[in-house]
């Protein structure tokens, strides 16, 4: 996400990095790039408006203009414009019901599950899950399914109309901190949806009205929230949705000014823990390439991720292996390398080295073709040895010594970093060899 408007905004810093002094000249044409890169992001019109003039207002400050550092500068009042564009830091969910709300094909249903999920798992929840959607063939059974797979528990019925279905609910609700209702959706806002999303609010007085929103719908999303705040008049949050395949991201950035709702959490892929908090500041230091090590933590902590430093002495196949597996829980190289501050400029070379979601899969394949020994003492890899382990992962021989090239060049880079002399660059110049 964000992906193209992170680029024109590496760009367009890069472009002021050796000028010496801010001037009024340097911050109108930046400011005029800036503009046509939140446009070309499909940032709404009012928003880019207002980001462009709150900029330039700050940015035109007397003590401002004499600084020596306008790349610096720039970074820092944009980095700042972002926050405030994106909103405040709200990831406490009252006790109590929640309703879902959306168009149908929106992820509505994933999107209860992988909530009911983060908020049992990562909050300490007792948390319950109630399906509202008769309307939709197999909704209820999508929602069972998901629940029995992920330990969440569900609230079975034989009731077959969603009122029905909300007032039994309601009675076993008492028992679980918070009880998620997934409601019905429809190809578009109408009365009979509206009216039925009425008579249940009505019903379960929900402590929070999740809307949950398409990502790669643009701008479109947003007249879609629009309707449903004015039509339900008590939403308390937006999740977005497949926001990893939307590399542009001008919804999201749009979403607070427009629909003046907050969005909670962010949703991506199809399993259940893809879903996150929502975090302001992180999510505009990822625009601007700074990285976001406090995410990278927690999710360290939260898959378990051992990170245990083996000395670059003992360093073999078995533990690069235990590497590549335990960088795999991160969601691959890149889902890592997002976290890490500078690795924005690099996203093209990382293309370019071919790594995909199999890598990984590939590179364990051929450890795992090893035997004890070689695996321990990578050393005694001669060509023979590297055509049978070729022959036995079913992979060509090219492939074995990329590997071991890549082993090797890692085994040097911890060494260095055992010495202070580490360079983060070095990580994508290993994995292009």
């Not at 994106?86 to 999107?111: F, H, P, R, W």
């Not at 950035?253 to 996150?276: F, H, P, W």
């Not at 992962?393 to 202070?420: A, D, T, W, Y």
Request: aromatic share 4%; proline share 2%; charged share 25%.
């Amino acid at each position: 996400m964000f992906e193209i408007l992170s680029k024109k905004l590496l760009g367009i810093f890069d472009g002021i990095r050796n000028r010496g002094i801010l001037t009024t000249e340097i911050i109108d044409k930046t400011i005029r790039e800036i503009r046509v890169s939140l446009l070309e992001a499909d940032v709404a019109l009012s928003v880019v408006k207002s980001f462009t003039s709150n900029l330039k207002e700050k940015l035109n400050g007397e003590e401002i203009i004499k600084s020596t550092s306008p790349e610096q500068t720039i970074n820092k009042y944009v980095y700042d414009e972002m926050v405030n564009l994106l909103g405040v830091n709200n990831i406490t969910v009252k006790n109590g019901a929640i309703l879902m709300c959306g168009l149908q094909g929106s992820g509505k249903t994933t999107t209860s599950a992988k909530l009911a999920n983060i908020l049992q798992k990562k909050h300490n929840k007792g948390v319950l899950l109630v399906s509202l959607d008769t309307t939709r063939p197999a909704a209820i059974d999508q929602l069972r399914k998901l629940a029995k797979n992920n330990s969440l528990e569900f609230f079975e019925n034989s009731e077959n109309s969603p009122i029905s279905i909300a007032k039994q609910a309601v009675k076993v609700s008492k028992n679980f901190d918070i009880t998620v209702f997934d409601t019905a959706g429809r190809m578009y806002v109408d009365d009979n949806l509206m009216n039925e999303l009425a008579e249940l609010k009505n019903i379960i007085t929900p402590r929070e009205i999740f809307l949950v929103i398409d990502s790669m719908m643009g701008q479109d999303a947003l007249k879609t929230a629009i309707s449903f705040n004015e039509a339900i008049n008590g939403l308390s949050g937006l999740i977005m949705t497949r926001i990893d395949g939307d590399n542009r991201g001008g919804a999201c950035l749009s979403a607070k000014s427009v629909t003046n709702c907050q969005i909670r959490y962010l949703g991506m892929g199809e399993k259940i823990d893809d879903i996150e908090d929502f975090y302001p500041e992180r999510i505009a230091s990822r625009i601007m390439d700074n990285g976001d090590i406090i995410s990278l933590v927690e999710k360290v902590m939260e898959e378990n991720v051992s990170t245990e430093i083996v000395k670059s002495k003992e360093f073999n196949m078995n533990d690069m292996e235990k590497h590549l597996k335990q960088l795999e829980k991160l969601g691959g190289i890149g889902g890592f390398l997002k976290f890490i501050p500078g690795m924005g400029r690099m996203k093209d070379m990382l293309k370019e080295s071919a790594i995909d979601n199999d890598f990984i899969k590939n590179q364990v394949a051929i450890i795992r073709s090893m035997t004890k020994r070689e695996r321990t003492t990578p050393r005694i890899l001669n060509a023979s040895r590297r055509r049978r382990i070729a022959a036995g992962c079913g992979k060509p021989v090219s492939e074995v010594n990329k590997l071991i090239k890549q082993f090797e060049g890692l085994k040097n880079m911890m060494s260095k970093m055992e010495k202070g002399n580490g360079n983060p660059r070095s990580i994508m110049n290993i994995l292009g060899k």
